[in-house]
């Protein structure tokens, strides 16, 4: 556990391709689904919403775009700290298997965020769910480097 190992280049950039393109992929939904008027006519039939002046739809649609916009914050939060803590295990800091323990966790619990979520008819939950399957195998994969190095 006490074991230091520098993060090797190759890793270090997988991470990052990866991690940006979660925060990528994100984005657009999150834009798309302001942007878009039949997604929030739906959201308001989920919610069982009734209007009865203008104001009020207003005040729904604030309601819906601060629900997007805390989602999206709460969703880019663990790519954004996996990021900024592997730049600083790549350039300052060395990585051991708390590293891997907690960052592999951490991980797993993104990835069942965006699992509940269940949004099957969305190319962004796929494309979630395939770069967070391959973040955690490059997080794992730095325990055997660290093994390696032993």
């Known amino acids: 556990m006490l074991s230091n190992e520098k993060m090797h280049k190759s890793k270090f950039y997988l991470i990052l391709i990866f991690t940006s ?34 104001y009020e739809l207003d005040q729904a649609f604030n309601s819906y775009i601060s629900f997007i916009l805390t989602t999206m914050f709460l969703k880019l939060t663990i790519p954004m700290a996996l990021s900024i803590h592997s730049y600083f295990a ?32 969305s190319v962004f939950f796929y494309i979630n769910i ?11 994969s730095l325990s055997s480097d660290i093994d390696k190095s032993k």
């Open 90 to 121: 790549y350039t300052r800091i060395r990585i051991n298997k708390l590293f891997v323990f907690i960052w592999t966790v951490l991980l797993l619990g993104g990835l069942a965020y965006e699992i509940v979520g269940f949004n099957i008819v």
């Open 21 to 54: 393109l979660i925060i990528l992929s994100i984005s657009i939904e999150s834009l798309i689904r302001v942007k878009d008027i039949s997604i929030f006519e739906s959201w308001i039939k989920t919610n069982n919403i009734s209007f009865t002046s203008d």
């Open 130 to 140: 395939i770069t967070y399957i391959i973040l955690i195998i490059t997080i794992n």
